[in-house]
């Protein structure tokens, strides 16, 4: 399927959709077969001969995609499959603060801030702002990247049945929409470092939406990577407690997919629930996050132990 957006001068740009990156396949393939097969403990062999690859080519891509090894996701997995802590959100919520890491709102002070933005300081439609957009490739499949020089403003999954590019522009009305890649890049870079577990520098965020849209999408930054929590939870957080309802809907209008990390709000029974990006890509994001902050959690105690 093809994208198609106007210069501002009215001269079109047709730019093809790229399809997902083949490290995103199968690395989701090799997740899917290790928690279908946990009870097996299948070893790297089994699960490289799966994909097709050779051990050492698959340990090396597992680790640089999901920043831990095979072996220690299956660890983490099997942890979790023999004490069902991932059966309901309190429980996932107790877990975090049992594995050690205190500070949840300090974490996510340090990886990023936000800078939020109201429909009133973009009158009509944000008539002769710039924004800068491209399709790079990501740990979790090719994703639409926009932003402004005060920073990001739209970060979605490209789906099959979605367009990306059209809901930009609905939320930017009068803008002008620019390709330009090279100015991109270093947002997509950045962001695929913290998709990977790696230490990064803040970035700066530009959140256009009501205001209790922007309530929500703060109180999300307040969940670290492998916490979860309740629609109830995050209208807490929000300030309304008794808007649950339009919780879900300022979740289904997230602008800047993982960085507010809508997929890490669950239901009340601890089912993982729908996800705008596909509910595939929320258990992979959940499971990788969790395995990655059980495995710093194993480390912390394992050096305070060399003390």
């Known amino acids: ?180 890649a090279q100015l991109t890049a270093p947002i997509a870079a950045e962001v695929g470092r913290r998709m990977r577990g790696l230490a990064t520098s803040p970035l700066h965020l530009v959140l256009k939406g009501t205001p209790f849209q922007i309530q929500v999408w703060s109180a999300l930054l307040q969940l670290p990577e492998g916490e979860t929590a309740s629609y109830s939870r995050i209208a807490a957080l929000a300030g309304s407690p008794s808007a649950v309802r339009a919780v879900g809907t300022a979740l289904a209008a997230n602008p800047i997919g993982y960085l507010i990390p809508c997929h890490r709000v669950i239901r009340n029974t601890g089912a993982i629930g729908e996800y705008r990006w596909g509910t595939q890509r929320k258990r992979i994001l959940l499971a990788v996050e969790a395995a990655r902050r059980a495995g710093a959690s194993a480390e912390a105690i394992s050096q305070e132990g060399r003390v």
């Open 1 to 180: 399927m093809d994208l198609t957006v106007m210069h501002c001068d009215g001269a079109p740009i047709i730019s093809e959709r790229p399809m997902f990156g083949s490290d995103y396949h199968r690395v989701g393939e090799a997740i899917r077969f290790i928690d279908a097969h946990v009870e097996d403990q299948p070893n790297l062999a089994e699960v490289a001969g799966h994909l097709g690859l050779s051990p050492f080519h698959f340990q090396r891509l597992f680790r640089r995609w999901a920043g831990i090894t095979p072996k220690d996701f299956l660890q983490f997995l099997t942890l979790v499959r023999a004490r069902r802590h991932l059966t309901a959100s309190a429980s996932v919520l107790e877990t975090s603060f049992q594995v050690g890491l205190s500070g949840p709102g300090r974490l996510h002070d340090l990886f990023m801030s936000v800078e939020a933005m109201t429909p009133g300081e973009f009158k009509r439609g944000a008539e002769g702002l710039e924004i800068a957009w491209a399709v790079h490739p990501t740990p979790f499949g090719d994703a639409l990247f926009a932003c402004t020089p005060r920073g990001l403003c739209g970060l979605s999954f490209i789906e099959e049945d979605g367009s990306p590019l059209e809901e930009l522009r609905l939320r930017w009305p009068a803008a002008c929409l620019r390709e330009a």
